[in-house]
């Protein structure tokens, strides 16, 4: 390779040159564009379709992230070099096959599994499968139809309260129900069954039900090779002692204190590693992340905490990303090349070992209904904090919600508190009618 400059020594082999091009609008797009955009290796990123926030360190396209044909078009018009999937929706829709398969485009990388591969996350009864057969620790379960209502209900006799059923498909984090009682879990299976999140629930799965601290494992993969990425919490519920209805979540902390070097081994050892070989030994294509859902179950059988998998998703956490790409010290676009021509191995990965967490602004009436559209101010007067854009928008060059989840402020602190202490002051600072946010992110750790 010629020598100009931009491999520098402590980075691999490269692609060549050429935009990258991130899909996606979220926090998690930019947090992932702020890291993509600091590489040695990044020469332009767009994001597709973006936010207010992604203007800041890249160039916004208007496409959506699941118009292929728009997508295809825009990444040979500009010679795009690498193409990076931030929400589940592409992957599961199938943009690596598309890609692949495509003669124009099967050369240009898409970071994101295949078709086959997204199924982890795509349908809970595949993943729950996959478990059993790579004997990766999980909930016991059952998988249920119209037809075997009956022996669903039977089933759920056999459990201790409370009980779990989960829509097998996408449901947008709703399709998840815990329920306290027999009755309650018997008629909520029958609604389900019957059509409550259309043909998302047109299978249930039932599960033990699993008590314990929770925790996001991220790794990269390029198929045979991973690297494991700093871990984080997040905190679903809307209200404070973690009360209330389910969000996409409110907040993250970055290292998570149970997730000891010796939990990790166990993740690594009977989770992390068997679900990559597990996916090889299926011949199912994947190159990208993979985000293990864990809890670090407490009802085991010999009364010892272990850690267990309540669920896989195939891309990155948010908002856990906007607290991992603070503490990811590596070039990501490195790594990303790693995972596209199978060299992952050769790669480092090295942590910040400072605390990060995020603290995640809201609009009022969020997870329910919310106005759109009111101006943000004072994002300019946040000093030490790094401020990631959710759900925003430019009207008429100002910067405006336009989402349940606005804005993520993430901060580096010498420990946790330190770092909260940092972004619930900054969090003050930026103003728009009926913010709400959670005071008590990390406080139970
Ligand atoms: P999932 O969409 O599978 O991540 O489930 C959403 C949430 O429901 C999880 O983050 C857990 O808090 C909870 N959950 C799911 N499965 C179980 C289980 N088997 N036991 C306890 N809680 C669960
Ligand atoms: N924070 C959880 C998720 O991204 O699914």
């Not at 520098?8 to 702020?34: K, Q, V």
């Not at 972004?423 to 003050?428: K, N, P, W």
Request: hydrophobic fraction near 35%.
């Amino acid at each position: 390779m010629i020598d100009n400059g931009k491999n520098p020594s402590h980075l691999g082999e490269g692609l060549g040159e050429g935009p990258i091009l991130l899909l996606g609008s979220g926090g998690r797009e930019h947090a992932l564009a702020w890291k993509i955009a600091q590489s040695e290796k990044c020469e332009k990123l767009y994001i597709a379709p973006g936010n207010a926030g992604t203007a800041t360190v890249g160039e916004n396209v208007n496409i959506k992230a699941d118009d292929f044909e728009a997508i295809k078009v825009f990444v040979l018009r500009n010679r795009i070099q690498m193409v990076v999937v931030g929400p589940e929706d592409p992957l599961v829709k199938g943009i690596y096959d598309y890609f692949k398969n495509d003669s124009e485009l099967k050369d240009i990388p898409v970071i994101g599994p295949s078709k086959a591969g997204a199924v982890l996350e795509g349908s809970k009864d595949f993943a729950k499968g996959f478990m059993q057969r790579h004997n990766i620790p999980t909930a016991a379960y059952q998988t249920f139809t119209g037809e075997s209502l009956a022996e669903g209900k039977a089933f759920l006799k056999t459990l201790q309260p409370p009980y779990v059923l989960k829509a097998d498909g996408l449901c947008a984090g709703k399709g998840v129900l815990i329920l306290p009682t027999l009755e309650e879990a018997e008629k909520e299976l029958e609604e389900m069954l019957g059509g409550m999140f259309g043909n998302a629930s047109s299978r249930v799965v039932i599960e033990e039900f699993m008590s314990g601290i929770e925790c996001s494992v991220f790794v990269l993969t390029d198929g045979k090779d991973y690297k494991i990425l700093p871990e984080a919490k997040d905190y679903k519920r809307i209200g404070e002692g973690d009360t209330g209805l389910n969000t996409g979540g409110m907040g993250s902390v970055s290292p998570v204190p149970f997730a000891t070097t010796e939990w990790m081994k166990k993740v690594e050892d009977r989770i992390i590693r068997p679900t990559v070989e597990g996916l090889a030994a299926d011949g199912i294509d994947y190159k990208g992340f993979i985000f293990f859902g864990l809890i670090n179950r407490t009802n085991t059988p010999t009364g010892e905490p272990e850690p267990y998998v309540i669920e896989y998703n195939v891309r990155m956490g948010d908002p856990e990303t906007e607290t991992v790409m603070l503490r990811l010290k590596s070039d990501i676009v490195d790594l990303f090349e790693g995972v596209a021509t199978g060299t992952l191995a050769q790669r480092k990965v090295e942590f910040d070992d400072r605390s990060a967490v995020c603290v995640m602004l809201v609009s009022g009436g969020y997870p329910g209904s919310y106005q759109k559209g009111y101006p943000i101010t004072g994002i300019d007067q946040v000093e030490g904090s790094v401020v990631f854009h959710a759900g925003t928008a430019l009207k008429d060059k100002e910067v405006v919600t336009n989402g349940g989840r606005v804005i993520a402020v993430s901060s580096y602190g010498a420990n946790k508190a330190d770092a909260l202490q940092k972004s619930f002051t900054e969090a003050q600072k930026i103003q728009f009618k009926d913010k709400y946010f959670r005071r008590d992110i990390g406080a139970d750790l």
